[in-house]
């Protein structure tokens, strides 16, 4: 019984824009494609847009205007993905795989009227279940959805990933693979730590902290979607002949053995801002916070130090460095508000993370951050942390020091090789 | 009254791919655009494709398959309009001029499920007279429609002229411009012609034998929708400063002095086939129809001669060039059933024809083409017409001598200098 069930799974299958950046790629993708219909699966396919277009296309509109309606946006910036869908639906058609393209509004994809930042908030799945039923392959254009307008809408960055979870939990596929043009999830980024090696299985909440602190191989969106309607994910290379890729499941369903710390991961897009002798009272955090909110202004990191006079205090925290120049404009029209002498800003700094669900049962695990980083005389400027996670300020300039002495003594540096 | 009526009169514009090659020429349209808004009119805008766009996505296919679904080809082929749509819609909302992207779908733009060649049937209109009372400039992506199934449909070559013209009759517009790379409708190609000159007005009639007959600045499909639902058409540059085009109406309208003849047509498209010796039957001739229109051949200048056995004829035609591999085959596979003893083919023509309403009344019209070809020794093979067109079949290397000559003989130098 258990052997006919996964033979008629449902396998959603998603190809980044690299992998489908030439006409021959796509070819190549068919093929891939092909391979789990031979297997019996029944198969949905999301697509990006070709590598480059949608760039390209952003470009059209920055030359028009900077101040641009997104409405108008999410129209020009979906069409490289309904492309990319009809072409892949050709591709596999030519190699005699029964294949159609779907658009979001045509499937529909139902989103929040949020243009270019569109959350997914119902897929209508039956007209999907009755081509996979006949055995057509669906190709999905990524990435877009239809508002409760009637209007084209984009799911901002990432989003084709998205798009292919949502589809996995609407489906109840049996896996959602991820092709990308690295083989995996990897236990600190391969390009500062060259004996950093790929993760076979990795635990939803772990890969969750690792999108958030700087691994760019899978958007935090579409990690939290995962785990939220536990589908399970595959982060594979579109590229290699037979991947492997690291999948990214429930706990329960890991089988490696335990791992005090999973990964290493490091960001250099944040600055820090510290507020001079702010009032040392709760009101005035919680009118900071509620300016962060309202300005969407997204803050990490937040720490407070009491000066001596334990009636002011100094307030320390980060933002994106995209974001800087208007926090810091936001605060200063408030100085009088909040109350503070001063504002200064740090922008030569990396966020180190270390993520494992060994911090929350080992303290040493910590304390062992934190000895390494003094011995190696690497100064931390602010400290946080999570069940899983703890990260550090550190001066931009010592982060490969920093992230390479982490991945040694937390012995990851072994796991690639294995 | 009059004037009250006039000033809210809706107007469509059309832009063609070279008039919205570039972001900065987008913004040259907005400004046009922006004009007729200040008028006071309800301006409906239908955009093409940015030049080059549509052929660098048809050769993607063409990398792809030869032998290509054409519901896909659709979904692929008509980005480039979307893409146009939401461009010059943001260009407009720049200049202060409030303005939306519409695309075939969210109108919807009703047409055939005959995928790459999809005939409208039906246009709601009622979203877009919404925004129109409100001041908002709807800009619609062209060329592209609704099938029954839901699926994305395009109308084939020219067809954002359609689109507009049909976009005009659906809303009972006052007027529909179509803006190009000329300044209008010529009494020749002036490639060929250097006196041809720009004609002011034209019938619908005699523009659509121009049109069919080799004059490229306007589709036929589009004149014939005009003609039918009494849209008033203008052609006029999209680069010139203050454009005055060429208006086409119907024949109450046209102020202009009556002319013999409107303008001299020519195309070097078609090429002639010659079935020799067929039995001199209606029903062999029936038979050829059918087979031509079941094969979706469109065939011109059918001429039969009937040989001196009286018992036999020599049949002559002329197709595009495009599909006379196909009608050989075609016509081969048949030999036996038409009882043809040979089939000739000639690529090398031309079809010169002259247009205009005095063929109808003055039958010297008619000899003073044949007298001026005899005297300059060009040698017409096949002859057809209309009431008001006249076509000549003559050896391809005489065309610019053909169209000169006749360009004189019927005065029409004379209208270039007006």
Redesign the interface.
């Known amino acids: 019984m258990q052997k006919i069930q996964d033979a008629m799974a449902i396998i959603v299958q998603k190809f980044g824009g690299t992998s489908v950046g030439t006409?021959d790629l796509?070819?190549k993708v068919a093929l891939r494609v092909k391979y789990e219909v031979d297997q019996g699966h029944q198969v949905v396919v999301v697509v990006s847009a070709m590598s480059g277009v949608t760039n390209q296309?952003i470009e059209?509109?920055h030359?028009?205007?900077t101040t641009?309606?997104r409405?108008?946006?999410d129209?020009?910036a979906s069409?490289g993905e309904?492309?990319t869908?009809?072409?892949l639906?050709?591709?596999l058609?030519?190699i005699g795989v029964p294949a159609?393209?779907w658009?979001g509004?045509?499937i529909p994809i139902l989103t929040s009227d949020t243009h270019a930042h569109g959350k997914i908030l119902e897929i209508h799945t039956a007209s999907l279940l009755q081509d996979l039923k006949k055995g057509v392959v669906s190709v999905i254009a990524g990435f877009q959805g239809l508002s409760s307008q009637?209007?084209?809408t984009t799911l901002g960055r990432g989003g084709s990933d998205t798009t292919a979870v949502a589809l996995a939990a609407a489906l109840k596929a049996e896996r959602c693979d991820i092709y990308t043009d690295v083989d995996g999830v990897y236990t600190a980024d391969p390009r500062t730590v060259s004996s950093a090696g790929k993760i076979d299985q990795i635990a939803y909440h772990e890969m969750l902290e690792l999108a958030s602190h700087g691994a760019k191989v899978l958007q935090r969106d579409s990690v939290e979607f995962a785990m939220r309607h536990n589908v399970r994910l595959r982060v594979l290379s579109a590229h290699a002949e037979r991947p492997s890729g690291t999948l990214i499941t429930g706990d329960h369903e890991i089988q490696t053995s335990p791992q005090a710390i999973r990964g290493v991961a490091h960001t250099l897009q944040e600055g820090q801002i510290t507020l001079k002798g702010l009032p040392a009272k709760p009101e005035i955090l919680t009118l900071f916070h509620e300016m962060m909110k309202t300005a969407q202004i997204e803050i990490d990191m937040l720490t407070q130090d009491l000066l001596p006079c334990g009636r002011l205090m100094d307030c320390h925290f980060t933002a994106l460095k995209a974001e800087l120049d208007r926090t810091e404009e936001i605060l200063k029209l408030s100085q009088k508000k909040l109350n503070f002498y001063d504002l200064l800003r740090n922008n030569n700094v990396a966020k180190i993370s270390i993520v494992g669900s060994g911090l929350k049962y080992y303290s040493h695990v910590a304390r062992k951050l934190f000895k390494k980083l003094a011995e190696d005389h690497i100064k931390v400027s602010l400290v946080s942390c999570s069940d899983i996670k703890l990260s550090v300020l550190i001066p931009a300039n010592e982060t490969e020091k920093a992230v390479s002495a982490l991945h040694g003594i937390y012995e990851l540096d072994d796991k690639g090789k294995r």
Do not use: F, K
Request: glycine content about 6%; hydrophobic content about 45%; cysteine-free.
């Open positions: 006409v796509i070819r296309l059209h509109i030359n028009i205007t641009y309606d409405t108008e946006y129209v020009i069409s309904q492309i869908s009809g072409l639906a050709l591709a058609q030519n159609r393209s658009l509004w045509q009637g209007r084209i």
